[in-house]
């Protein structure tokens, strides 16, 4: 077994859309291991952020996250990382795949309601800066 982490972004949980996404979660067999609702500061989004440093985007990106509640979640599955890429889609909701989460529920590229970690590293940096603190 693998874990990763997903995020519900507050696009998402303005629109009451957390339990449709835990749902489908747990019908592609995910095990929610962990999970809570919170309130991110400028300061806590700009540190789980810190790997775009420098990047264009990132003070709209801060900024979003911190608009709203987010619900960080701990996952658990064999290839939990991969398949939880495929299963939320694109970054970019245009260009995501029809059945994705990103494809059915985003909005555009900044609300594009989850995020998932992108490797086993960073899921098990991005856990511990939610859950092992």
Not at 55 to 78: H, I, N, Q, S, Y
Request: proline share 3%; charged share 30%.
């Amino acid at each position: 077994m693998s874990r990763t982490l997903l995020i519900i972004k507050p696009d998402a949980t303005e629109r009451d859309m957390v339990g449709h996404i835990v749902s489908r979660l747990e019908k592609a067999r995910y095990s929610v291991v962990e999970m809570r609702m919170m309130n991110l500061t400028t300061e806590q989004a700009r540190e789980f952020y810190a790997v775009h440093e420098g990047k264009p985007f990132l003070d709209d990106l801060v900024a979003f996250m911190t608009t709203g509640r987010v619900v960080p979640m701990v996952l658990e599955k064999e290839n939990a990382v991969l398949d939880l890429r495929t299963l939320v889609g694109a970054t970019n909701p245009v260009n995501a795949d029809c059945g994705t989460i990103r494809y059915e529920i985003g909005r555009n590229i900044e609300k594009n309601s989850v995020h998932a970690s992108d490797s086993d590293e960073n899921a098990a940096k991005e856990i511990a800066f939610f859950f092992d603190k």
